[in-house]
């Protein structure tokens, strides 16, 4: 089976499905932003603060380029503005399918309510934050897609289910 890329918004919940499919499958997971941490024995929004945002996303292209490198097989949640840097595009794309989990921003809203690991979601008011980010991301995360799945209602069961159809399908596809 192709490496499962999850992308979307903060909160869309790729970080639990990817559990969640990294067990069912029994196959390994990394989560960008928790690679990174423990990388660098350090906390995104400490790295945020000391380093600065920039800084942050080489370290994000980095760990794409380091699991190209090792070959790497297995799921891989990254982190939601991972996306937005156009050279981590085709890398995501060398990695495996990329399946975007797209939530609304009513549901991101509850999620992210009360959040504090967020740098970019501190301060101010969320539902803004949330809004405008969104309409910033959400072409890119489309356009960027092998596979959309609105996650909103959904049981993880299902949101798997409709993974694995995609990803079978685009096994039988000649590009
Ligand atoms: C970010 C998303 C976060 C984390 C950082 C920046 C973003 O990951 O990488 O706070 O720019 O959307 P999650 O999408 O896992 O929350």
Do not use: W
């Not at 380091?66 to 995501?92: F, Q, T």
């Not at 399918?97 to 504090?116: C, F, I, N, P, Q």
């Amino acid at each position: 089976m192709r490496n499962i890329i999850l992308i979307g918004f903060m909160g869309s919940g790729k970080s639990s499905i990817g559990k969640y499919i990294s067990r069912t499958l029994k196959c390994s997971l990394v989560d960008s932003d928790s690679y990174i941490e423990s990388k660098y024995s350090q906390t995104i929004s400490s790295i945020f603060s000391q380093k600065g945002e920039e800084y942050f996303r080489q370290l994000e292209t980095d760990t794409i380029l380091e699991l190209l490198s090792n070959n790497y097989h297995g799921i891989v949640a990254v982190g939601g503005g991972l996306p937005m840097k156009e050279e981590n595009r085709d890398l995501l794309h060398q990695l495996g399918y990329v399946v975007y989990l797209r939530a609304t921003v009513d549901s991101l809203e509850k999620r992210l309510t009360g959040d504090t690991k967020r740098p970019l979601l501190q301060g101010g008011n969320l539902r803004e934050k949330i809004e405008s980010l969104f309409e910033k991301r959400e072409s890119t995360y489309v356009e960027i897609s092998d596979l959309i799945v609105d996650t909103d209602d959904k049981s993880f069961k299902k949101i798997f289910e409709e993974i694995q159809e995609g990803v079978k399908e685009s096994e039988n596809t000649c590009y």
